[in-house]
């Protein structure tokens, strides 16, 4: 059993993903509607695995900024609970997503020659995925998840969590997606250590 963070419900299915991926159900999901939301809470996050016992996984995205640099300002690792995994999705939580092209593309309906082939090399992975899926085939969905190249649609966070939720394969995506890989392998260690 688990309980995971994300910044808001378009990560929900991802967050949920991941976790039944490494063996684990997801006890709950909160969304907090943002990064500063995220960072504050953290350290009620920390003290809750601890107190529960249960492993509680923490994503937010780097946006943009060095993940690394990310963490150590938001959770010293000296403190880090064992039993919290506190990943940083680079660039974004959407990168990991279109990481699993064949998935994204038939989900979305777009072709592949729009995904690109290093997701987590993008500056701003929200745009790109929005710019692409603005090339669907499909119009529902097209007007769905674009209002335009730098806005999501009115569906946008319903698409991106249901896609996360029941087609995404968090495995396959990471293949191409090191800061995903580097979570499924933290989440494995701690459910094999005992620690949920």
């Known amino acids: ?9 378009s990560d929900e299915g991802a967050a949920d993903a991941i976790l039944r991926a490494c063996g684990l159900t997801t006890d709950r999901i909160l969304s907090l509607g943002g990064a500063g939301t995220l960072d504050q809470r953290l350290l009620n996050y920390n003290r809750a695995a601890n107190a529960t016992g249960q492993l509680w996984l923490v994503i937010r995205d780097s946006d ?3 993940p690394v640099i990310v963490r150590r300002q938001r959770l010293d ?19 990991w997503l279109m990481a699993d092209a064949d998935s994204f593309v038939d989900y979305f309906m777009v072709a592949a020659k729009h995904l690109p082939t290093n997701p987590e090399n993008l500056p701003h992975a929200k745009r790109t995925l929005l710019s692409v899926v603005a090339k669907s085939k ?4 097209r007007e ?6 730098s806005t999501p649609g009115p569906q946008y966070a319903i698409q991106l969590r249901n896609f996360g939720a029941s087609y995404w394969r968090p495995d396959v ?5 090191p800061s995903l890989e580097r979570a499924l392998r933290e989440i494995r ?7 949920v």
């Open 1 to 9: 059993m688990a309980t995971a963070v994300v910044e808001g419900m």
């Open 64 to 66: 943009g900024h060095c």
């Open 77 to 95: 690792p000296a403190l880090q609970s064992p039993r919290l995994s506190f990943r940083i999705a680079h660039s974004m939580i959407e990168a």
């Open 138 to 141: 499909n119009r529902q969905m």
């Open 144 to 149: 769905s998840v674009v209002k335009d190249t």
């Open 173 to 177: 995506a990471a293949n191409r997606s």
């Open 189 to 195: 260690t701690i459910a094999a250590d005992g620690a």
